[in-house]
């Protein structure tokens, strides 16, 4: 094969084997099965024009709308078609190359309905409040920590904030102000997050600690998701299955937030059906700052105040999205002997879980990898 046969035949697996006069032999190449929807990962592919991604989002392209059932919820999921064709539209001439229409390039063929070339297994949108710094890092931690087969390559997150600029925590003032904040900018939020187009939402807040009562939670979830079309995974719903899945009755748990906002978070759970026996919070006095609560208090609040014999916990659970969790669950699920359930990396395992991505996933504790 010469040089400029083996370049068009890179040329036709980009173009996902459409470009007019390239050399679609498909010599050297493997398929590579999408994954999603509860699809099994197959085994790792090679390809040595080092276009095998390209054929995956190919396999992964134009598939239509259509209603899955969530793994955990047992509800139907409506996905989205983000792919409809014209996609990409292309305006005329279409390609161009000094200013002038590419001759002999070939045509992208924007009737085969081209998915996202990062997301092209699911779009997942993110909102989360402007001053949160650790929820997406850490979901895109889990990501990346998982791109091999069995895991999330093409799995991409679109993240939007919600407006909080009063982010104190001081007093119940305070709280209320915060409250107002985010319940009256959650819809432009998710307004904004909707232009990236995507297929299910995750609420990255917890809603427990700005109102009382797990009914009193589901009810700003029920009007975005009625405003938005989308399923939404949040964190009670989240919780629950996760608790479930392990038996759990006895918790402790871990907040930044102060004694009323564990108060409204240990109700949430008794509500749900777990027994609180024991509480730490940081008393954050803004919401920014919860990001800076340094592990080694964390780790010494679950070894020395939540995890103890005494206490005889089944598992500790983590709140606050702000407050990064997972590397500490890695280091401490071992030593304790419990599952430690961070916020952050529990809901998005519902939110993969609920869109069919069932493989064991690493770097983010046991929840993830056992169930």
């Not at 002997?337 to 529990?346: D, K, Q, Y």
């Amino acid at each position: 094969m010469t040089r400029r046969q083996a370049l068009a035949g890179v040329a036709a697996v980009a173009l996902g084997g459409v470009a007019r006069g390239a050399d679609t032999s498909g010599a050297g190449r493997a398929e590579a099965p999408a994954v999603g929807d509860g699809a099994k990962a197959g085994p790792a592919t090679t390809d040595v024009t080092g276009w095998g991604v390209m054929k995956e989002q190919r396999k992964a392209g134009h598939r239509g709308a259509r209603t899955i059932i969530g793994k955990l919820s047992g509800k139907k999921i409506a996905i989205p078609d983000v792919d409809a064709p014209p996609m990409p539209a292309l305006a005329p001439p279409g390609v161009v190359h000094d200013g002038k229409k590419a001759e002999n390039f070939g045509e992208i063929d924007s009737s085969e309905g081209y998915p996202d070339v990062r997301s092209f297994r699911r779009k997942f949108g993110l909102v989360i409040p402007a001053t949160n710094t650790s929820m997406e890092h850490e979901l895109w931690s889990i990501i990346f920590r998982n791109q091999g087969p069995g895991g999330l390559r093409g799995v991409g997150l679109h993240t939007s904030n919600v407006m909080t600029p009063k982010p104190k925590l001081e007093t119940e003032a305070d709280l209320v102000e915060y409250k107002r904040q985010f319940l009256g900018g959650l819809r432009v939020a998710a307004d904004a997050a909707a232009l990236a187009q995507p297929q299910y939402m995750i609420m990255g807040m917890s809603l427990e600690h700005i109102l009382g009562g797990v009914e009193e939670i589901r009810a700003p979830v029920a009007e975005i998701e009625a405003h938005t079309g989308l399923a939404w995974a949040t964190w009670h719903d989240a919780a629950r299955a996760a608790l479930t899945k392990y038996g759990v009755k006895r918790i402790g748990i871990l907040t930044p937030f102060d004694k009323r906002g564990n108060e409204n978070a240990a109700r949430m759970f008794e509500e749900l059906g777990f027994e609180v026996v024991t509480s730490v919070g940081f008393s954050c006095a803004n919401a920014l700052h919860i990001a800076h609560v340094p592990d080694w208090a964390k780790e010494k609040a679950i070894l020395e105040l939540l995890a103890t014999d005494a206490n005889r916990l089944d598992a500790v659970v983590q709140c606050g999205t702000n407050m990064s969790l997972i590397d500490v669950a890695e280091r401490l699920e071992p030593v304790v002997g419990i599952p430690i359930l961070g916020i952050n990396a529990t809901t998005f395992w519902y939110a993969l879980r609920e869109n069919g991505f069932e493989g064991p996933l690493k770097g983010a504790g046991r929840l993830l990898q056992e169930f």
